[in-house]
Structures are given as C-alpha cells and as structure tokens.
C-alpha cells in the first residue's frame, strides 16, 4: 500500500509558465514532507521541505504547499526553466516514529519546454 | 565539503561474485543509509545506521551485509546476489537518524550519485 502517491508521472510545461506537481499521502504520522529532484545518473537533490505546522513555505521560484485536511501537498514551480527538467519525487517522514526514514512517492517526471 | 559520494560508479557481477559498494561523507553526519532503486520506481529503504550502529533493516536478504567502519564510511557487501536485485544503490547521510525540531534541516538526507549494479 502506497502511503505517498504522485499520481501523475509526467507533466510537460512551456518555458516561463507555472509547473505544479502533487503529491498525497495516507500516513497521518507524517509531519515533514520533502522535494528531491533527480538527474538521469544522479542521486536525488534535496530542494525544498515543509514541516505539517505551516502550510507553505518558499525558495526563490520553488513554493511547497500543504494542505493537512486534504493530506495533499504540491510543488510550484515559477517561471520554469528547461533546466528544471527532472524527476520530482515527493518524500514524507514521521518525527514520531523511528527517524529521518523517508517514504518516496513514485515520481513525476517534468518537462519543460523552450 | 556537502557531498555523499558512492563508487563504483558502475559495477557488472555475476552470481557468485563477492563485491562490495562504498560510501563516504565528511559531513560530520551520523546518520548512513542505503536506498535501492529499480528502474521508474521511487527509491526504498534497505539499512539505516546511526552513530554507526545498524539502526534499521528493512527485511533486506542476508545476501546484502551492510558495514559501518566508521564516522565517514558505510560499505554494502554483496555475495551470490540474484539478476532481480539489479539497480540503482543509493547511499544517503542527515545530520541525525531523529530530530524533534522539524525545521532544524536535521532530517534532510544528502543522497550520493548512486551504484548501479548489474547481475548476470
């Protein structure tokens, strides 16, 4: 049983416009969700998180939201670049349970076009 | 120096092999993992250890034996491994396996660029 979903497994945008990417989960223990994005032949890049006390935070053109009730968070991606191109994999943790140990969601794969 | 970093980059072993992965961080991390990811699929814990001790195994086959020799290194043995447990192995560090200060960035795992293995 998936406990974080990315129920979408590409999105293409056009350069300078709005990417968003979602992400939901099942595990009400979870209270800190996190972005990687992942290069072909590299590891997953950490970019930015949010603990479950806000509901948004931001970093530069990278806006995570969380919706708690909704047990939904998503990635705003403004203006995307074609460098952005990557996977997006959503990852969630419990403080109260054993750890940083982190639950992936399958992964969005964007594309942005020039 | 922020980086994991994982070698070989590559590795190609037949079934009765032994071989080994390596990881190093000089982070002061003191928390190691090892990650496996199949192809389009998102990676899943194997091992965790903290302060150098095996934290966590998650069920992994006894045919991967994980060794943290100290602070900086975290090995993943491998012997009579099967075509099936070709992928992407993946080595992560945080600052610590727990942290009750969510935003301290404590929790953030820092991955290396991966082994990919192949078994014939």
């Known amino acids: 049983d998936q406990q974080v979903k990315q129920n979408s497994p590409s999105l293409s945008v056009q350069e300078g416009r709005i990417s968003i990417l979602n992400c939901d989960y099942t595990?009400?223990?979870?209270?800190?969700f996190l972005w990687y994005k992942k290069y072909p032949a590299e590891g997953p890049t950490f970019l930015i998180s949010?603990?479950?006390?806000?509901d948004k935070n931001e970093d530069g053109r990278f806006t995570v939201f969380l919706n708690k009730s909704a047990k939904h968070l998503s990635l705003h991606i403004v203006p995307s670049q074609p460098g952005d191109s990557a996977v997006y994999f959503c990852a969630a943790s419990a403080s109260r349970g054993a750890g940083n140990m982190l639950t992936f969601g399958g992964g969005t794969r964007l594309m942005v076009k020039p | 120096d922020t980086e994991v970093t994982q070698t070989p980059k590559h590795l190609v072993m037949g079934m009765t092999n032994k071989k080994s992965l390596k990881c190093e961080q000089h982070m002061g991390h003191r928390a190691m993992y090892w990650y496996k990811q199949k192809a389009k699929k998102p990676p899943e814990l194997m091992f965790v250890?903290?302060?150098?001790?095996?934290?966590i195994n998650e069920s992994v086959p006894s045919r991967f034996s994980p060794e943290c020799p100290n602070s900086s290194l975290l090995n993943l043995h491998l012997h009579a491994l099967q075509p099936e447990d070709s992928a992407l192995y993946l080595c992560?560090?945080?600052?610590?396996?727990?942290?009750?200060?969510?935003?301290?960035?404590?929790?953030?795992?820092?991955f290396g660029a991966g082994s990919r293995l192949t078994v014939l």
């Open positions: 250890y903290s302060y150098e001790k095996l934290s």
């Open positions: 949010i603990s479950s006390i806000k």
């Open positions: 992560a560090s945080s600052r610590v396996i727990k942290s009750t200060v969510a935003l301290s960035g404590a929790n953030v795992l820092t």
């Open positions: 595990n009400s223990m979870f209270d800190y």
